[in-house]
């Protein structure tokens, strides 16, 4: 879906109509992870190139330095496109912050203590095969 927007948005010297980079990042999620109390951890730029320099990220007030918590719904779908107004690269003059629009992957859970418990199943049945091997020969 296209995103509306005045012509005018981030054009250079509109005067307050100027506004600052959006910035777009990408963020994979496991789905255990939404709807959680603290929210999470999505890593952000601190800076962003802007108009032949670099500008500093406009952060929320709770926002942690190199990043932004998100309170994920439940709900929330595939592929899920957030915008953060304000929260993008600052204008270097008078004009407002760009946006900051973070595209959300949610993945499935893996659960990696089957690999493990698959890898010490392996390993025992292959000690007891050995010992088995070795007791028949030398008893058998």
């Known amino acids: 879906m296209g995103e509306l927007g005045s012509i005018f948005d981030g054009a250079p010297g509109s005067g307050t109509g100027a506004k600052g980079p959006d910035i777009r990042v990408q963020a994979t999620v496991p789905r255990r992870w939404l709807g959680a109390a603290d929210g999470v951890f999505i890593s952000t730029p601190d800076r962003v190139p802007f108009e032949g320099s670099t500008v500093a990220r406009s952060r929320g ?21 957030l915008r953060l107004r304000g929260q993008g690269g600052e204008h270097p003059g008078k004009g407002r912050p760009g946006d900051l ?10 659960p990696r ?14 000690g007891a095969a050995t010992a088995w091997w070795g007791y028949g020969r ?3």
Do not use: C, F, N, Y
């Open 113 to 126: 203590r089957w690999g493990w418990m698959v890898a010490v199943v392996l390993v025992a049945a292959a």
């Open 61 to 81: 007030p709770d926002d942690p330095k190199g990043g932004v918590t998100l309170h994920l719904s439940a709900e929330l779908g595939e592929r899920t496109t």
């Open 101 to 110: 629009l973070v595209t959300v992957t949610i993945v499935d859970d893996q």
């Open 138 to 140: 030398w008893w058998g």
